[in-house]
Nanobody
Framework: QVQLVESGGGLVEPGGSLRLSCAAS????????MGWYRQAPGKQRELVAS???????DYVDAVKGRFTITRDYFKNTVNLQMNSLNAEDTAVYYC???????WGQGTQVTVSS
């Protein structure tokens, strides 16, 4: 049974940083295409960062230069380092194996002073 679990969310002040982690069981993430999505209240879920099986990364314009998606092959996780956070980054963040029905339950990120 495949399970994805996000962690690392929380409350942070504007300009701060958080590191989200997506841990997997039942599947190796080493060569899976992965995505981090977010959904803010009243908005549609959007893809913010992705990494291909070969490690190519891509980001939505709003987070370019601030977010970084990486893999940890030893821990079987995919991580999202988020820097220079602002209020517009407030959302529930989800990880997914791209193109599948495998999604985590989400982790809340709130950016507020």
């Amino acid at each position: 049974q495949v399970q994805l679990v996000e962690s690392g969310g929380g409350l942070v002040e504007p300009g701060g940083s958080l590191r989200l982690s997506c841990a997997a069981s039942g599947i190796s993430l080493s060569f899976q295409p992965m995505g981090w999505y977010r959904q803010a209240p009243g908005k549609q879920r959007e893809l913010v960062a992705s990494i291909t099986a070969r490690g190519r990364t891509d980001y939505v314009d709003a987070v370019k230069g601030r977010f970084t998606i990486t893999r940890d092959y030893f821990k079987n996780t995919v991580n999202l380092q988020m820097n220079s956070l602002n209020a517009e980054d407030t959302a529930v963040y989800y990880c997914t194996v791209s193109g599948t029905t495998y999604w985590g339950q989400g982790t809340q990120v709130t950016v507020s002073s």
